[in-house]
């Protein structure tokens, strides 16, 4: 073993054990690992800070921030609303949002899709009177499954792609991850759906969710334009649209003046104005649903010099400039182009018309506006805005334009007419031209931690293959499975990488595990296609732990999820998947 070869070794079994300790930034660690990596003279100097700029890098970036625009354009949760329903069977339910998770998860990233999917199977669960936690587990694993069936659906899959461009000429392309990846992703869909679930601890099948009480309910007025008038519809048929959102209608204002009663008899018109209560995710899912608007929409214009639009929460203290004021008395909407769009005073219900009422110290408001008009705006009000108590207004009259975008974009990498980063960017312009994601959101968007991680950890791979310690590890392996059938060899492979990404970063763990699949597979002489497409599958398969994904780690908390709890059904989740993934690999690409 050579000087660079055990200073390789030492610095990796550091960097993975402080991984692990997960008391230090993941980020921050693998930074500091290269910069010392590079004193040391192990990595070039040249080419230090190449991995920045490397496809991996700019791929996993621009998905995130194309994931963001679909998300806001509202046009998956639309769908996936649709298909689920609190009275299916708990088996039902957990089938149809795993096989949703799954296939948003291959066009879109897997912790986008959860995100996404997260509030709609919690409120799911509220309504059927059920523990969320028997549910979020299932979409968690569902959503990393689905990530392996295309190239963007997790960034295991493309950095294997981009190692094997690096080692063998040529990437894997957008669907080559497809045949292996459907596979295991419906298997695992199966076990999830039929039994993993009930594996999951009794504790979690006592427990059942509440509703948090804590959330304010506002009174807001929507307005009635022109496509919400189409239809002719009274107000009281709008009732049963406003239970399923969880709204409450309590009238109707016509030319200024709220007509008496709930005014259910009346038919909406262009102007009128529906006076409804709840909370903002409610309101704004009724908004959407009953195809009504809101005050001065006109005067927000997303686009590149605006964003697409928030809803934000605020208490107001006694010295704030809009105490014992009203909001069209401070020019709220024309002045600062924010809109109040409701307010809550203290379970109190209030009659008069939101934008000219007097607000009192210890309302909440509830203000809607680009999120970087609702910073001004707030400072300029003096309210103090509430931590964690903002909603996206998705924009679902441009989601045709979101979804034809991401698929041109999808469909000219795939004929080889445009280069992949590149179709990704202009979907990401057009998005921006669209409105459908302001400035600030692109950063926002993206996971600067990830991409941190991967510029710093490239180099260092890199390193790790060009110094012989990748043909040291593969030597060792083949040497302990000589004898052995080369599926055997590729086996073991799958395992140790499995159980490093349940542990590390699956970045960090396929970065290392490429570089050994393929010299394993030229040390037997065999095609170094299914090593990689190995370490891809093992790599994203991170269900034994909270910490292995991100995933996992988010629905810790809501779900009430242990630290041991992952492994019930996350282990026999591990074995299924060596046990299909491994003959669909053989299948597909033969040794």
């Not at 692990?20 to 693998?30: C, P």
């Not at 242990?562 to 053989?586: K, N, Q, S, T």
Request: hydrophobic share 50%; glycine share 10%; charged share 15%.
């Amino acid at each position: 073993m050579t000087f660079d070869q055990g200073a390789l070794f030492a610095l990796f079994g550091l960097l993975f054990a402080l991984l692990i300790w997960g008391r230090v930034r993941y980020d921050l660690l693998a930074f500091s690992a290269l910069v010392i990596a590079t004193i040391l003279g192990l990595v070039p100097t040249e080419s230090v800070f190449s991995g920045f700029g490397h496809p991996a890098v700019v791929i996993i970036a621009l998905v995130l921030i194309v994931s963001r625009g679909l998300m806001n354009s509202g046009a998956i949760e639309l769908v996936a609303g649709k298909l689920l329903s609190a009275s299916a069977g708990l088996s039902r339910h957990i089938g149809t949002l795993s096989l949703i998770g799954a296939g948003l998860s291959a066009i879109i990233n897997n912790v986008a899709a959860l995100a996404l999917l997260m509030p709609l199977d919690i409120e799911t669960a509220h309504k059927a009177g059920r523990a969320v936690g028997l549910s979020l587990m299932p979409l968690s694993f569902a959503t990393i499954l689905g990530g392996m069936i295309t190239l963007i659906g997790t960034p295991p899959n493309i950095v294997v792609a981009q190692y094997r461009q690096d080692a063998l000429g040529a990437p894997f392309s957008m669907f080559d991850f497809t045949p292996v990846g459907l596979v295991v992703a419906v298997a695992g869909i199966v076990f999830v759906t039929l039994a993993g679930w009930r594996l999951l601890p009794s504790r979690l099948k006592r427990t059942t969710e509440k509703q948090d009480h804590t959330e304010s309910l506002y009174v807001a007025e929507l307005k009635v334009g022109e496509e919400a008038s189409s239809n002719a519809l009274t107000v009281g048929e709008l009732f049963p649209v406003a239970d399923e959102k969880d709204v409450n209608i309590l009238g109707l204002i016509r030319h200024g003046a709220r007509l008496r009663g709930f005014a259910w008899r009346e038919r909406i018109i262009p102007g009128d104005f529906l006076i409804v209560e709840g909370d903002p995710k409610s309101i704004e899912a009724f908004m959407g649903a009953a195809k009504l608007d809101f005050a001065g929409s006109e005067k927000h214009k997303p686009g590149l010099t605006g964003g697409s639009l928030t809803m934000r929460e605020a208490i107001v203290p006694d010295n704030a400039r809009i105490a014992h004021r009203s909001a069209f008395d401070l020019s709220l909407l024309h002045g600062h182009g924010v809109t109040l769009l409701g307010l809550s005073r203290q379970g109190k219900h209030v009659h008069a018309r939101v934008r000219h009422m007097e607000v009192r110290p210890g309302d909440v408001l509830l203000l809607l506006g680009s999120s970087e008009r609702l910073d001004v705006a707030i400072n300029w009000l003096g309210v103090f805005p509430l931590e964690g108590r903002s909603t996206g207004v998705a924009q679902r009259n441009k989601a045709a334009l979101a979804i034809g975008a991401f698929a041109l974009a999808i469909a000219a990498a795939v004929s080889g007419l445009v280069y992949l980063p590149v179709a990704l960017a202009a979907c990401v312009l057009i998005y921006g031209i669209a409105g459908l994601i302001g400035g600030s959101e692109v950063y926002e968007a993206v996971e600067w931690k990830v991409i941190v991680l991967l510029g710093s950890l490239i180099p260092l791979g890199q390193a790790f293959e060009t110094s012989g310690s990748a043909q040291l590890v593969a030597s060792s392996i083949v040497t302990i499975t000589e004898g052995y059938p080369a599926w055997v060899t590729l086996a073991v492979l799958m395992a140790v990488t499995m159980t490093l990404s349940d542990f590390l970063n699956n970045v960090a763990t396929c970065l290392i595990a490429a570089p050994i699949g393929v010299q394993i597979a030229n040390a037997l002489g065999v095609n170094p296609d299914p090593f990689l497409m190995a370490v891809a599958v093992a790599g994203s398969c991170a269900f034994l732990t909270p910490i292995g994904h991100k995933n996992n780690t988010i629905i810790m908390g809501p779900g009430g999820y242990r630290f041991g709890d992952y492994w019930r059904m996350g282990l026999p989740l591990e074995l299924l998947v060596l046990a299909v993934g491994l003959p669909a690999i053989l299948m597909f690409w033969p040794l």
